[in-house]
């Protein structure tokens, strides 16, 4: 079983849908962040989180830290959300990163 | 103005050779990273590196090392290339407080295959 896992591994939704992904960890954490990586291949940092919640334009990552979990929640989704979002954990000297969720969302 | 930077996006080589990728911030920012995605897309940190201290991911074959010239580049060097090390090479760099915690900002990736 991986440190990290993400829920779903793949996810289609239609334009305008609240779309959540989730990532659970199994050690003691440091920090958690989500990433998106687009089709073309770049990776771009969304999120840090060490507690609570924080939020940027349509998206919103929260973190529980007593049950070692994180959302990340889409509101309004739109075709250019179409991308691997991939969580990673961080802890004293390791960054484990879960396998991604890959979303599409259509017209 | 790139933030993270890495050359070559590209590299084609065969197996045995030895290659270097190059990567450079200008962030200001103490630590830099090596990352590796597989074929199925997974990421594996392979580096990290400040001023002070190289952590290794014990999974890292030692052919694998990195090289800091100065706080700005962290390069890459792969000696006796073999057919498992194609992959995506991705450089980042962070302001860290403490090990993975700051924002990592990404390079553009460099794609290594090997024949």
């Known amino acids: 079983k991986n440190e990290v896992e993400q829920s779903p591994q793949n996810l289609t939704a239609q334009e305008g849908e609240f779309i959540t992904i989730n990532c659970s960890y199994s050690?003691?954490?440091?920090?958690l962040h989500w990433l998106q990586q687009h089709p073309g291949g770049g990776i771009v940092s969304l999120f840090m989180l060490s507690s609570g919640k924080k939020k940027h334009g349509r998206l919103i990552a929260t973190i529980n830290i007593q049950e070692k979990h994180s959302s990340l929640h889409i509101t309004a989704s739109h075709p250019r959300d179409s991308a691997v979002y991939i969580c990673?954990?961080?802890?004293?000297?390791?960054?484990?990163f879960g396998t991604g969720t890959r979303l599409q969302v259509t017209l | 103005d790139t933030a993270v930077s890495q050359t070559p996006k590209y590299l084609v080589t065969q197996m045995g050779n030895d290659k270097s990728i190059k990567c450079e911030q200008n962030?200001?920012?103490?630590?830099m990273y090596w990352y590796k995605q597989d074929s199925k897309k997974f990421l594996k940190i392979m580096f990290s590196?400040?001023?002070?201290?190289?952590?290794i991911n014990e999974t890292v074959p030692n052919r694998f090392s990195p090289k800091s010239p100065d706080k700005a580049h962290l390069n890459l060097h792969i000696n006796s290339l073999e057919l498992g090390d194609s992959a995506v090479y991705f450089c980042a760099s962070s302001q860290d407080l403490y090990f993975g915690s700051g924002e990592q900002y990404f390079g553009p990736g460099t794609r290594l295959t090997v024949t």
């Open positions: 590196y400040n001023n002070k201290e190289l952590i």
């Open positions: 990673a954990v961080s802890t004293a000297s390791k960054l484990t």
């Open positions: 050690v003691g954490i440091s920090a």
């Open positions: 962030l200001g920012h103490d630590t």
